[in-house]
């Protein structure tokens, strides 16, 4: 791997790097579009920053989550409250994403930090709809599940910039399954930015159920 990275530190930078636009696009077309296509864009970005503006008075709680640990046992709490509010009060808010890019990007590109917070919203938004409707396919009531273990593993990019892969180990009755999240740490707090998942072990191709043991019969 390049510079010692890790293939999982790797994958991050890369999810990470798809919430930039280069700045190169927005100056291309800013001479190139004309027009219709004008209108059409304009219209977008109406619609886009109408979004994020809702999206964000939505999203107001703040926690100051200050560690990893803290950070995934309120995403337990989240889920098992069952409204979507809750639980996206834990990803950055479009304040918080304004603070932590660099001033000259905003500068240059006023709309960038907006389609870099709707590149969060969108993905967690999505994704926590998927798992809320796996859960109910498994008949899952997360209010009547227990988290056994969390497991974590931390890391930092090329910048500096620490991130965590949280896994929440949870059961119901005998059925294992795990909670997975990959987390930011912006501004010295942590927050849930993407790859939100419900996974049990028969997902894994690979996955063989345990041997039950076999019943002895007892002889006359």
């Excluded at 240059?108 to 969060?120: D, G, L, T």
Aim: charged share 30%.
């Amino acid at each position: 791997m390049p510079n010692g990275l890790s293939g999982r530190e790797t994958e991050l930078i890369r999810m990470m790097n798809r919430f930039i636009v280069p700045n190169d696009f927005f100056q291309y077309h800013s001479k190139k579009l004309v027009g219709f296509t004008i209108i059409i864009l304009s219209v977008y970005n109406s619609l886009a920053q109408t979004e994020a503006e809702s999206g964000d008075t939505l999203v107001q709680k703040k926690w100051g989550i200050k560690t990893t640990e803290q950070l995934a046992d309120t995403a337990w709490w989240a889920l098992q409250q069952k409204t979507k509010d809750d639980f996206m009060s834990l990803i950055p808010t479009l304040a918080i994403v304004k603070e932590t890019f660099d001033s000259l990007e905003i500068k240059n590109n006023p709309q960038i930090i907006r389609i870099k917070y709707n590149a969060i919203n969108f993905r967690v938004t999505k994704q926590l709809k998927f798992l809320n409707a796996k859960a109910k396919a498994n008949k899952l009531k997360f209010k009547t599940c227990e988290k056994d273990k969390i497991k974590i593993e931390e890391g930092k990019d090329e910048k500096g910039n620490a991130f965590a892969y949280i896994t929440l180990l949870c059961h119901k009755s005998k059925r294992d399954f795990t909670i997975k999240f990959v987390a930011l740490q912006l501004l010295e707090n942590w927050y849930i930015v993407d790859e939100l998942k419900l996974e049990f072990p028969e997902d894994n191709p690979y996955y063989k159920p345990p041997l039950e043991s076999p019943v002895k019969i007892k002889r006359k």
